[in-house]
Antibody, heavy 119, light 112 residues
């Protein structure tokens, strides 16, 4: 069974840092692009970052560029999101999402981890 | 960024009746490989989104055949042939032709 399990969320003060992790299982992690998508409370979905399978290429939404870093460890089947200089508007549920190996897009979503930025 | 606009934003439906949601993109979603990367997602309250339809009309694994997608270019439609109780929740269209991938505002499907 394909599983994506996020961890690392919590309450953090503005300006602080947090690192999210996503443990993948049930599929060959190393061949898939991976994504982080967030959903602010009561709001819609926002694509935050993506990383290609070999971790050479990464892409970021303008709202997080320069503050967030996506990375992966294919030996550990784990995806990461390092979040620095956090702001109130970063408060959201963060989902780890698998990129499809057959087409351009995302197919399997994790359960999400909640990040709350507040003093 | 490509803007995705869904209509309606709320859709009360009677069980067993059909439902339809429209999605329009601000520019063509045809990718350089000739495919159109438009997906539909369903999110129940308190749950993560799950993929229903990809590449406009392909059903993802395990998705019932009462769900179907159609469209081309910038105009797309999700249809549910006979709504069941488990279909309630939010439906999102999403484009993955261009990064950042962007989503519609969501359409809330509820039972009358």
């Amino acid at each position: 069974e394909v599983q994506l399990v996020e961890s690392g969320g919590g309450l953090i003060q503005p300006g602080g840092s947090l690192r999210l992790s996503c443990a993948a299982s049930g599929f060959t992690f190393s061949i898939h692009w991976m994504h982080w998508v967030r959903q602010a409370p009561g709001k819609g979905l926002e694509c935050v970052a993506r990383i290609e399978s070999d971790a050479i290429y990464t892409h970021y939404a303008d709202s997080v560029k320069g503050r967030f870093t996506i990375s992966r460890d294919n030996a550990k089947n784990t995806l990461y999101l390092q979040m620095n200089s956090l702001r109130g508007e970063d408060t959201a549920v963060y989902y780890c999402v698998r990129g499809s190996s057959d087409w351009v897009g995302m197919d399997v979503w994790g359960q999400g981890t909640t990040v709350t930025v507040s003093s | 960024d490509i803007v995705m606009t869904q209509t309606p934003l709320s859709s009360p439906v009677t069980l067993g009746q059909p439902a339809s949601i429209s999605c329009r993109s601000s520019q063509s979603l045809v990718y350089s490989d000739g495919n159109t990367y438009l997906s539909w997602l369903h999110q129940r309250p308190g749950q993560p989104p799950r993929l229903l339809i990809y590449k406009v009309s392909d059903r993802f694994s395990g998705v019932p055949d009462r769900f179907s997608g159609s469209g081309a270019g910038t105009d797309f439609t999700l249809k549910i042939s006979r709504v069941e109780a488990e279909d309630v929740g939010l439906y999102y269209c999403m484009q993955s032709t261009q990064f950042p991938h962007t989503f519609g505002q969501g359409t809330k499907l509820e039972i009358k």
